[in-house]
């Protein structure tokens, strides 16, 4: 079964940092683009970052560069997104995705939920 697996969001002050770690499994992902999405309340989901898993040009929306970091980690099957100088406006529900070269179809972790404290 495909499983994209998101872990390490939380509760973090402003400024501070976390690292959310997204476990992939259940097929090949060596043709996909792998992505972070969010999305807040009342607000529609965003791309936050984007990698292809076989390496290649990044992408970040404005509202993070500099301060987001996507990564992964081949052996591990695990994608990565640093997040540094949190700010409030981070706080969303953090999602996980990827998308399949051939067909377009995209997989989806169930979620993760990172607060930003003022």
């Known amino acids: 079964q495909v499983q994209l697996k998101e872990s390490g969001g939380g509760l973090v002050q402003a400024g501070g940092s976390l690292r959310l770690s997204c476990a992939a499994s259940g097929r090949s992902f060596s043709s996909d683009v792998m992505g972070w999405y969010r999305q807040a309340p009342g607000k529609e989901r965003e791309l936050v970052a984007s990698t292809p898993w076989s390496g290649g040009t990044t992408y970040y929306t404005d509202s993070v560069k500099g301060r987001f970091t996507i990564s992964r980690d081949n052996a591990k099957n695990t994608v990565y997104l640093q997040m540094n100088s949190l700010k409030p406006e981070d706080t969303a529900i953090y999602y996980c995705?990827?998308?399949?070269?051939?067909?377009?179809?995209?997989?989806w972790g169930q979620g993760t939920q990172v607060t930003v404290s003022s």
């Open positions: 995705n990827a998308r399949r070269h051939l067909t377009a179809i995209n997989d």
